[in-house]
């Protein structure tokens, strides 16, 4: 452990000057579930996260691409963490969001990294917290976590950002479900991708309409994007930097994050497998076994 | 084992790639796939922000001898040295030995089996854990085929 401390000291101060490789093997040992630990004179965070969620194939990583150029045009540097889910039958996972991401491996300004969700028994939201605190006090200025949301688990990974767009596509109805679960009332901004395809309008019209019922004044601005043929995305940009995110949204990531915090340590909690089991045999009962969880 | 699968040079061909990197998934491992046409430059990038163990090299445009040994010697120059590498698609017999010589631990042309790559990277694995070394720069002489 000692070891652990003082190689993760020098692999720090390397990554801080400036080195990737470092960084790189750093972030590994986070995702493997190591403290970081910064010095104590660390300024704090800096950078701004993007949460970047939606559907499958509504073409995140595509935008993602063209963000990446927006802030490289203006000389800004941005680190991508890109969440895939892992295969629950091998435990292996396939990372594809890098092939959509055409501008991603040029250049030092930008830094991409894939995650799986797998090998983490509490889930990946306490290495991912970690993660962002390293990148931002390795300078990175721009970070995106990008998740595929189509449930509960993914909308408590992408409450660890300060910023959160939904992306849907034309025709997809796949909204609603984003209603049920709850992902709309935390995003910041709702992106309708693919404005070149029919259809686009109408969909940005019924979701418009349909937040329209809520309180206008801090529901979620709609707008219309095509990330393939790159119009919309300075429109997009400028909300980004200049929406703000209401109190009561704050509040609904918090109780996000807290939770998913709080779940993260019940799975990793070295006695729960043990309660599972007296649970199973009859000999403890489940108020019995809460009260043991939270001792 | 984390692994980076990259098609590098032009070569617009990644039903193969794609085979591996699915199988290969369902063998355990997180594959990272980098999707077509990626420079010599751009793969050791992703290797190392990646912080990959593997890189799987599929090329069948017949420029291997000029990509694979650029991949291995950028590898080595940026300390990602213990990097292995492997490679499959069309490689002539006759360019094999220069391929292993430059580091590249194993060749899988058409026909091989998927279930003999996840074999290789098994032992790959069990070397790794005896501090034996798979990457570019071990001039220890293993590899698989």
Known sequence: MALELIDQEVLLRSAFNGNRRELSRLLTHLEKGMKLNLPENAPPRKSTVLGITGPPGVGKSTLIGRIINYWKERNQNVAVLAIDPSSPRSGGALLGDRVRMDSADSGDLVFVRSLSTGGHPGGISSSLISMIDLLSYCGWENIVIETVGSGQSEIKIVAFADKILLVDGPDRGDIIQAEKAGIIELADIVVINKSDLPGSTNAAESIRSSLSFGDVKSSPEVILVSAQKNEGIEEMMNLVENCHTPDWRERIKLKERLISLWDSRLLSSPEFNRIIGDLQTGSISLDDALDELAR | ?145
């Open chain 2, 1 to 145: 084992m984390k692994i980076v699968m990259a098609k590098p040079g032009l070569d617009g061909h990644d039903r193969g790639a794609k085979v591996i990197a699915r199988s290969l998934r369902d063998g355990g491992h997180e594959v990272v796939y980098t999707g077509l046409r990626r420079t010599p430059e751009e793969i050791s990038r992703i290797v190392m922000d990646e912080d990959a163990k593997a890189l799987g090299l599929s090329t069948l445009s017949g420029a291997h001898d000029v990509l694979v040994p650029r991949i291995c010697e950028l590898l080595r120059e940026t300390g990602m040295g213990h990097v292995m590498v492997f490679l499959g698609g069309i490689i002539p017999e006759r360019d094999h030995e220069s391929m292993l010589s430059n580091g590249v631990r194993a060749i899988f042309g058409p026909g091989s089996r998927t279930d003999e790559i996840l074999l290789f990277l098994d032992e790959a694995s069990s070397r790794v854990d005896s501090g034996a070394p798979i990457g570019v720069v071990g001039e220890d002489g293993w590899h698989w085929n």
